[in-house]
């Protein structure tokens, strides 16, 4: 007669139970370097950036493997990024693609409209009146599109957890969720693309500094702290009462250790 022993998690073991923690910032990069291996971890998931339309849409399904290797995981290493993944990451990203591209479509426009209306109006005024309505105009503008880009990333980030994680459009759209994260996650949130904001600033220097050709690590690198970022943002969040996503059995990016055959 045969045992298999094997362990196949589908939620997040104890995730509630763990401490509160503040996010680490600068571990969202460091991590990245943990590995032995990490210049060539870096070097094939940047080229995925250098295949047209689809190569984006590998990446992130690599950036969400990454987020649940983490939350299964929590000691380990980054995952390793393995091209005979390549159909599992692709299929994994087209959900947060998605979801980011029908939202942009939404709510980019609108925002636009909010921003150039008054604009528009401003130019209705005649004489010595149209320069001051202008300058009023575009102050006022400029703020709708950086507090619109802020909130509009409020809802995008979990939105976008939710699909990569959960790999289903139907499980994606659960607004009663998407309130509640946002609601205790906020500040972490604006916080994080701050400092993403400030940080991919010199990155980014660094990677056109070597022949530009650097600058495909740099953007896979500043991705993978995002992706960092938003694997503490989640279990945070699951730490302070948060309710977890649903997650389908996984599908390793790296080898995992394999199951036990016990003979008897």
């Excluded at 994680?165 to 309130?179: C, K, P, V, Y």
């Excluded at 994080?192 to 050709?213: A, D, E, K, P, W």
């Excluded at 991705?223 to 997650?247: K, V």
């Amino acid at each position: 007669m045969n045992n298999i022993s094997a362990t196949a998690p589908e939620s997040i073991q104890s995730a509630k139970q763990t401490t509160p923690r503040k996010t680490e910032y600068l571990r969202s990069y460091l991590h990245v370097f943990e590995r032995d291996d990490w210049f060539v971890n870096l070097a094939l998931s940047s080229a995925c950036f250098l295949i047209p339309v689809i190569g984006p849409i590998v990446f992130m399904g690599y950036q969400y493997q990454v987020v649940e290797g983490f939350l299964r995981r929590p000691n380990e290493k980054i995952s390793k990024f393995d091209f005979n993944q390549f159909t599992q990451m692709l299929s994994r990203g087209v959900y947060p693609f998605v979801v980011s591209l029908v939202l942009q479509f939404l709510v980019v426009p609108l925002c636009f409209i909010i921003a150039f209306v008054p604009i528009a109006i401003s130019l209705m005024f005649d004489g010595e009146v149209r320069a001051p309505a202008m300058m009023l105009a575009t102050i006022f503008a400029v703020f709708v599109i950086i507090v619109g880009s802020f909130l509009i990333h409020l809802i995008v980030g979990p939105l976008m957890l939710r699909a990569g994680l959960s790999q289903s459009f139907s499980a994606t759209f659960d607004f009663r969720w998407i309130r509640s994260f946002v609601r205790m996650m906020w500040f972490e949130e604006i916080m994080s693309t701050l400092f993403l904001m400030i940080s991919s600033i010199f990155v980014s220097i660094i990677g056109m500094l070597m022949c530009f050709v650097g600058i495909y690590p740099a953007v896979a690198l500043m991705s993978l702290a995002m992706s960092h970022l938003t694997y503490q943002q989640y279990a945070i969040f699951l730490a302070n009462g948060g309710e977890p996503i649903p997650l389908k059995e996984e599908t390793p990016c790296y080898p995992v250790e394999q199951p036990h055959y016990n003979h008897t």
